[in-house]
Each structure stands twice: as structure tokens, then as C-alpha cells.
């Protein structure tokens, strides 16, 4: 199985900046797709940002300019900087993973959340 583990979140000022980190581990095989979903108090859950093993990128309209996504591969390992934090980044982030081995495909894994929290 795959378990992933977040760390990062915590309390920081308008314009300020956090860096979330994800690892996976177990039993995974090889992960193609990994990221985050974030979700604001009141709202649906968006995706903030995926990076895929080959290099593709893909952000929510609303981080891009202020987000970078980036990973590890021998680490298995995303990270998030998110720079120039606004409140309306304020929310739960929840790094997901997309994993395969052969030609069967692991269920989605998510890790439990970290609370991002962006003051006035």
C-alpha cells in the first residue's frame, strides 16, 4: 500500500512563503501523477497543482505566477513553494499520488491533509 506523509503547512503573513513537502512510501510500485488539492473553508475542494513523472505541469489558475511544484523521483518526494501567500490560499492541502506497477494501477493515495493558514 501506499502511505504519503505532509509536512509543511503552518501560519504565516500575507506575502509570505511555505514549502510543502510529500513523500510516499510502501508497497507503490512506480508513481506517475503527483500534487495537491487544496480546500478553503465553505469551498469544494480545487487542484492546486500536479506535476506528472514526465515533467508535465499543471496549476490552478489562481497560484500560477506564485506556486512552483517540483519533485523528487529517487525520493518519491513533492514539493510545493508557494510564494507571495494570500489569505484566499488559506485551506487544507492534500497531496495526492497516482501509482502503477506493470500494468495494474494502485487507487488514488492521499495523504491526511496540512493546514495552510495565510493572515491579513
Known amino acids: 500500500q501506499v502511505e504519503l506523509v505532509e509536512s509543511g503547512g503552518g501560519l504565516v503573513q500575507a506575502g509570505g512563503s511555505l514549502r510543502l513537502s510529500c513523500a510516499a512510501s510502501?508497497?507503490?510500485?512506480?508513481?506517475?501523477?503527483m500534487g495537491w488539492y487544496r480546500q478553503a473553508p465553505g469551498k469544494q475542494r480545487e487542484l492546486a497543482a500536479l506535476?506528472?513523472?514526465?515533467?508535465?505541469?499543471n496549476y490552478a489558475n489562481s497560484v500560477k505566477g506564485r506556486f512552483t511544484i517540483s519533485r523528487d523521483n529517487a525520493k518519491n518526494t513533492v514539493y510545493l513553494q508557494m510564494n507571495s501567500l494570500k489569505p484566499e490560499d488559506t485551506g487544507v492541502y492534500y497531496c495526492?499520488?497516482?501509482?502503477?506497477?506493470?500494468?495494474?494501477?494502485?487507487?488514488?493515495?492521499w495523504g491526511q491533509g496540512t493546514q495552510v493558514t495565510v493572515s491579513s
Open positions: 506535476i506528472a513523472s514526465g515533467g508535465s505541469i
Open positions: 495526492f499520488a497516482d501509482a502503477y506497477s506493470g500494468i495494474y494501477s494502485y487507487p488514488r493515495s
Open positions: 510502501g508497497s507503490i510500485g512506480s508513481i506517475n501523477v
